[in-house]
């Protein structure tokens, strides 16, 4: 069962799987009975099946033969669910005959995560690596990461600045200036930056406020302190109390009184009308200025900015990675890392025995890893060389199987009709009934016996005494006596009329047994039938009739390319079932070919070694040489 990878939620998995004949592992065959609901998914090993698991089959896939495609769409039921696993299997189908039950394939949803740690991109050291430069220059201040549509901190600044500046908000309240001037709440916000606006609100405080510490603060102390000294210059000048006073000189300067609203074009009128046009309907309207929090964040999307260089980086390594990862292609890769990816892969196999199956040699003697493995259980040891156990045969292919007598019953149960392809069992049996019937025709006509060989009524009247005891119904043609006179003659007659083959005597008193062995020897030479030699050598034994028996139904109709009494090479690419021999040393091993054609006909012989490389089988030894004219069944 093959793990497919970990897939992102709603994701659409693809299951690949094949099927083999159960005769040729080599040989590829499609699978029936096999419809989207005998796909089964099981979520985390647990034994409910997703109800609507969203699976569909695509037998024979791109019309090859024996390549199936399974297709889960992990969107059509909410068990598809992100940190599970998932199992796959199929039920109730049937593959060369047998029915299947078997897991294909298994996946997760996001179930393999693992944090990791980057420290080199590229070819490029991120540990020990300087800040990496911005995106680009920005003629406006701010940081685009792209002027052609993506996110631009311009664009996007300016519109929030514009809607301040023109909007209607909610006024400031609380502390959120506590430690800003006293009016900062009414400074203006606009595109031209956070910096005017800071400008604008200490220029208004300092100008406005009387708090000590203030411009107009600082003004009221001066002339406080300076009052006296005026007026003591000016008493010791004039008449006391006639002296310039702290108003004297307001009024003189255009400052506005100590109390009171600015006289008109005092200098404090011009700068309330000033500020008062700075900072617009947002001094008199409701908003909430921005926090110094706010600022301060701000502050970091400024060109050369904390942020900016953050995402100067970012762009450094999208700009590699290039338009739909095209620039991942790049990844580096060396044979080192290959070599350990493959070490640790062949580690895992090594410590789960699974490089026994192809690359390390199988004892059956000396089996690895758990005896009660399931390959261990198949399998035992044949003189070196590895052979499923009976248990494990008696059953197959399904855990249903019959036994070898209801085997038996079966295949001597099923119809000729059903078994016409040349060169099969079924086909030869059918020869043979016609071959067989043809000697009713062949030979002569078995009503009137013309065709027949013949013999002198001499001959046959001399052989045994001969008593016709009702002769009714009898009439000789031309005859020159009746039936009752011919009854009346005795063999001394008959032996003086008739022309005598046998002379050694009368009734064949003196005929030898030599003689009669002597005239039987020459009748068979004549005839030349088989020899028992010959016979035996058709004939199959106990032994190779039980097991054409127990697989009649597996049969393969085989041709070959030559050989020896001993030998048998199979054809090159359709020598067994019109197909390939196989590669594979003593694969056909055990196996009993049945002669169908040539002067091999009906001869029964097993193979009792093969080599792949050459396609050549012992055999055992049968009367002529094995060559291309000779086909067989192999079973």
């Known amino acids: 069962m093959q793990y497919l990878g970990d897939f992102p939620e709603d994701a659409t998995v693809y299951i690949p799987f094949n099927t083999f004949s159960s005769n040729d592992p080599q040989a590829s065959v499609t699978i029936t009975n096999l419809a989207d609901a005998d796909i089964h998914v099981h979520k985390d090993g647990g034994l409910t099946q997703i109800a609507t698991d969203g699976a569909t089959i695509a037998i024979d896939y791109d019309s090859i033969t024996g390549n199936h495609l399974i297709t889960i769409d992990t969107s059509a039921h909410a068990d598809y669910s992100i940190g599970a696993d998932y199992l796959v299997r199929i039920e109730g189908t049937t593959v060369d005959g047998g029915t299947i039950n078997a897991f294909v394939g298994s996946f997760s949803i996001e179930n393999r995560h693992n944090e990791v740690k980057v420290v080199a991109w590229n070819g490029v050291d991120l540990v020990t690596t300087n800040p990496l430069p911005n995106a680009a220059a920005d003629a406006a201040g701010g940081l685009p990461i792209s002027d052609a549509g993506g996110l631009d901190i311009d664009t996007f600044l300016g519109r929030i600045l514009g809607t301040l500046a023109t909007g209607t908000h909610n006024a400031q309240s609380g502390d959120v200036f506590a430690d800003l001037p006293t009016n900062f709440s009414s400074m203006v916000i606009t595109a031209s930056g956070i910096v005017d606006a800071l400008v604008q609100g200490y220029l208004n405080t300092l100008i406005t406020e009387t708090t000590v510490g203030r411009i107009a603060g600082n003004i009221d102390v001066f002339f406080e302190n300076s009052d006296a000294l005026t007026t003591k210059t000016v008493d010791d000048v ?254 001394a007659s008959v032996w003086a009329v008739a022309t005598r083959i046998l002379t050694a005597g009368t009734n064949l008193n003196d005929l030898s047994a030599a003689q009669v062995k002597a005239e039987c020897d020459t009748a068979l030479t004549d005839y030349d039938g088989p020899t028992n030699t010959e016979m035996e050598a058709r004939t199959p034994t106990a032994a190779q009739l039980a097991y054409i028996t127990a697989h009649a139904a597996t049969a393969k109709p085989v041709t070959f390319s030559g050989g020896s009494t001993t030998t048998a090479i199979f054809t090159d690419t359709t020598g067994v079932d019109s197909a390939d021999p196989s590669s594979v040393d003593d694969f056909y091993n055990g196996r009993v070919l049945v002669f169908n054609v040539g002067t091999l006909d009906m001869q029964v012989t097993d193979i009792t070694d093969y080599v792949g490389s050459t396609r050549t089988c012992t055999i055992t030894a049968v009367t002529t040489a094995v060559t291309s004219s000779h086909t067989a069944i192999m079973v």
């Open 238 to 491: 004039g008449v006391a109390g006639s002296g310039l006073t702290q108003q004297n000189v307001r009024d003189a300067m255009k400052l506005a009184p100590t109390g009171g609203a600015p006289t008109a074009d005092s200098v404090d009128d011009h700068l309330d009308t000033l500020l008062a046009r700075i900072i617009g309907t947002i001094a008199v309207g409701t908003h909430n200025p921005a926090t110094a929090a706010q600022i301060a964040v701000l502050s970091d999307w400024i060109d050369a900015g904390r942020l900016d260089v953050i995402l100067d980086a970012i762009k450094t390594v999208t700009d590699a990675q290039g338009v739909a990862g095209t620039g991942l292609s790049a990844m580096p890769w060396n044979v080192a890392w290959d070599a350990e990816v493959q070490s640790k892969v062949n580690d895992a196999l090594v410590a789960l025995h699974l490089d026994h199956l192809l690359a390390v040699d199988y004892d059956p003697a000396a089996k690895p890893g758990a005896a009660t493995a399931l390959l261990n259980e198949l399998i035992e040891d044949d003189l070196g060389v590895s052979r499923y156990t009976v248990n494990a045969l008696e059953n197959a292919p399904s855990d249903t199987g019959a036994s070898a007598s209801v085997i038996a019953d079966a295949v001597w149960d099923e119809l000729t009709s059903g078994h016409t392809i040349a060169g099969s069992a079924g086909q030869a049996i059918i020869n043979i009934l016609a071959d067989t019937g043809e000697l009713q025709t062949n030979q002569g006509n078995w009503l009137t016996a013309t065709g027949f060989s013949t013999h002198q009524a001499a001959d046959v009247w001399g052989v045994a005494t001969r008593a016709l005891t009702d002769k009714a119904g009898f009439t000789i043609s031309g005859t020159k006596t009746t039936l009752d006179a011919l009854n009346d003659i005795t063999a």
